[in-house]
């Protein structure tokens, strides 16, 4: 019901010469992928990623958008400038963001809004802290993230989101939630979105990946869960073979 959607998430890795180098190796393995396939890169690789994946199955994606149409934000970079390079997706909220930028529920929000006014569709973060895992705050931190997040958001345009459950522990650092745990934590996010606007839209409607260590070993087994309906990847996305490993699973 629920077509699945795996990312790579480039974070600040590639220059121009490497996007070249990783996107067209990456074409060929991944035409036959059994989810839709993203590529977020660097801002500076997006043209190129863009030019590259044009009549291939793959669509390039973002990692951020300032919330303003334009204006006095230096070193920021609008909807309508990604719109322009032929951007599809744009990661929004992710705990590097939160952790090291500055990032709240708030600016995520905003950038959520600003991002569907223009048409990009957001891949929003959500995810807790391992201190806020062993404290016993998982429900209250994703309830809390998934509501302000999904404020003032308009109940027709959940189709255009795609949800990253990402729990920090578990990004970079070789630890995966387990199967159960990602699954169990995810159907949170869901019940909350169905309590936020109603469960045919929170169950149809939204797609919600894991995000976290995912990787060639370990996606089979994720996306057998009923909940997960993705991927958002890291480490693994920055090597063609390991990506294409995950997006055939
Ligand atoms: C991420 O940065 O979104 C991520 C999931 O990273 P990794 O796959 O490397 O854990």
Redesign the pocket.
Known sequence: MRTPIIAG?W?MNNTIAATKALVTELIPLVKDAKAEVVICTPYTDLATAVELTKGTNIKVGAENVHWAEKGAFTGEISADMLLELGVTYVIIG?S?RRQYFGETDQTVNARVKAALAKGLKPII?VGETLEEREGGKVEEVLVRQTTEAFKDIAEDALENIVV?Y?PVW????GKTATAEVANDTIKIIRDTLARLYSAKSAEEKVRIQY????NPKNVKELMAMPEIDGG?????SLKAVDFSLVVSY
Do not use: F, Q, R, W
């Open positions: 998430n974070k992710h590097e973060c990253a990402e578990a990004i970079g650092t995000g976290g260590s995912m958002l990847i890291g480490g693994a």
